[in-house]
């Protein structure tokens, strides 16, 4: 049996030779090379604002963090942004089908004490997720605010036919891959689930935020004529197959703006136009990002 050393600042295991955290980059005692003293440390954040989360990062000299084009509420001075394709067109296309703008940007602290900040596109909740190698996870498209630049943001085709019809998400979601931190975007407060191998979670369309790459998703019929036509949640489910992780939302915007459809303005010159312009309005509402 191979030997490890554990990390005493995040707890992962390494090869027993190594000089560095592969999670963190916290250097091991006594082992650091002085090549490598100028190892990047952790990214120190801090999430504020309630229910109109903002993250605010404390960066040192060299850090960096990558986002979509758009998302950066405030910086010091002493940080430097570059936008950028960041894989070429192939990746450019790929972000725009997961939901994403073409372009990122990348921002380099060029001090430390140096600050960036984030803010949420709805009220909701942002929530940090360590990725790493082999252990990708399967998001709702939008989702991703803001992360380290180890982490791959690409497309995850829903295969299943119906999943992509029926299970609210869409053929197209966001897989979140690589080895870092990473911010994604949730509408409403958050619940989280671990479920087991087998385990089936019952989700009504909308609620899902992210899962678990190791998850399947499926969509499943409601049972009964009186259940779909009286019952008010439609006539398909959304099923969460174990094992692994799987994150919800309360307060899906999809759904949102359908309730505060009825209450937008009007107006009286042409019914069908103004439909379009009411629904216009919405979507320009509550349109994330």
């Not at 950066?72 to 089908?97: A, E, I, L, Q, Y």
């Not at 900040?117 to 803001?146: H, N, R, W």
Request: glycine residues 12%; negative net charge; aromatic residues 8%.
């Amino acid at each position: 049996m191979n030997e490890e050393k554990i990390c005493s600042h995040c707890g992962q295991a390494n090869e027993v030779n190594s000089v560095f955290c592969s999670k963190c980059g916290a250097p091991f005692e006594n082992e650091v090379a002085p090549a490598q003293q100028q190892a990047t440390p952790q990214i120190e954040y801090e999430i504020k604002g309630g229910n109109l989360p903002f993250i605010v990062f404390n960066l040192k000299n060299g850090q960096q963090l990558i986002c979509e084009g758009g998302s950066m509420s405030w910086k010091s001075d002493n940080v430097k942004m570059d936008t950028t394709s960041n894989g070429g067109v192939g990746k450019v296309f790929s972000r725009m089908f997961s939901g994403e703008k073409l372009f990122q940007n990348i921002y380099t602290a060029q001090a430390d004490n140096a600050t960036l900040a984030f803010s949420s596109s709805f009220p909701g909740t942002i929530m940090p997720i360590t990725i790493e190698p082999g252990k990708d996870v399967i998001c709702q498209k939008t989702a991703f605010l803001a992360g380290t630049t180890g982490v791959e943001v690409s497309i995850h085709f829903n295969k299943k036919i119906g999943v992509g019809l029926f299970a609210g998400e869409g053929f197209i979601m966001q897989k979140m891959s690589g080895n870092g931190l990473v911010f994604i975007e949730i509408d409403g407060s958050m619940e989280e689930r671990v479920l087991q191998a087998g385990e089936r979670l019952v989700v009504s369309t909308g609620h899902l935020v992210m899962m678990d790459s190791s998850c399947q998703i499926d969509v499943e019929t409601v049972g009964g004529l009186k259940n779909i036509f009286l019952g008010g949640e439609g006539i398909f489910n959304t099923i969460i197959t174990g094992p692994g992780r799987v994150v919800l939302q309360s307060m899906p915007v999809s759904k949102t703006a359908n309730i505060l459809y009825p209450y937008m303005p009007i107006s009286n010159s042409s019914s069908s136009s103004s439909t379009v312009d009411a629904a216009a309005s919405v979507v320009k509402l509550f349109g994330k990002k």
